[in-house]
């Protein structure tokens, strides 16, 4: 039996201990660790993520409490254009006509990524849309700040030379399909019509990105 030494690990093991992935060049082949390194790789990476995350909900709350004792409500900033901005995460849209359902713990969104040649230019019509009531009770989009997803997360993406930016059109519940696909079928109107992704709140919350999470609805 064929063995090799895992780059990590260095120990000597039988090569279909292994991890292998596809190349398209060479079909299946084995990577420089064995599945055992890759296994607690993987599982190490997902905790750095959580602990963010959790450090940055942290932060928000104690934010929170902050403007509460002081009296006050903290306010999400509503104005710009995400390639102009850059000293805060977010972007929102929030609905000022009509009514919507108040969100569940089943909420989640749907993603829309854009260039920056473009996003401007999407984001508001996505934000007029939001406020006059066609689409859900928010929406937000990402801008030049680093602080819109976790740094592992980040950096994963600045090493693919990924530089679009991202919707995000929240829906108050995932199980309520018929919304959820209204919702979708506003954003066509608006120009989005390439197929886009919908992403579950609480796979957000665990901190699940990328191919971490397999998308609730894809239209």
């Keep these: 039996m064929t063995k090799k030494i895992c780059e990590q ?12 992935v596809t190349n398209q060049y060479t079909a299946l082949h084995p990577m ?31 934010r929170d409490e902050a403007y ?13 254009n995400p390639t102009e901005v ?26 829309i990524f854009l260039s920056a040649e473009t996003i401007d230019r999407y984001w508001q019509k996505v934000k007029a849309a939001v406020e006059q009531g066609q689409l859900g009770a928010q ?3 990402s801008t030049l700040s680093k602080g ?15 530089t679009r930016f991202v919707i995000c059109v929240y829906t108050y519940d995932h199980e ?4 959820v696909m209204r919702i979708r079928e506003v954003l066509r109107d ?19 990105y990328g191919n971490d999470y397999h998308p609730m609805y894809e239209a």
Excluded at 9 to 20: G, R, T
Excluded at 154 to 160: D, G
């Design 68 to 80: 509460k004792q002081a009296g006050q409500r903290w306010l999400p900033s509503t104005e710009g």
């Design 9 to 20: 690990c260095q120990a000597e093991k039988e090569l279909e201990l292994f991890h292998k």
């Design 190 to 208: 608006l120009g989005i019509r390439r197929p886009i992704r919908y992403k579950a709140d609480a796979d957000t919350h665990a901190g699940s």
């Design 86 to 111: 850059s000293n805060h995460a977010w972007i929102y849209a929030l609905r000022q006509q009509g009514s919507y359902p108040v969100k569940t713990e089943r909420s989640g969104k749907w993603l």
């Design 176 to 179: 309520d399909k018929g919304d």
């Design 32 to 62: 420089g660790i064995c599945k055992e390194c890759y296994k607690s790789n993987n599982e190490e990476r997902k905790r750095r993520q959580a602990q963010e995350w959790e450090a940055r909900t942290a932060g928000r709350r104690a």
């Design 139 to 141: 929406a937000k989009v």
């Design 148 to 162: 819109s997803m976790p740094p592992e997360v980040r950096r994963k993406k600045e090493e693919r030379g990924d």
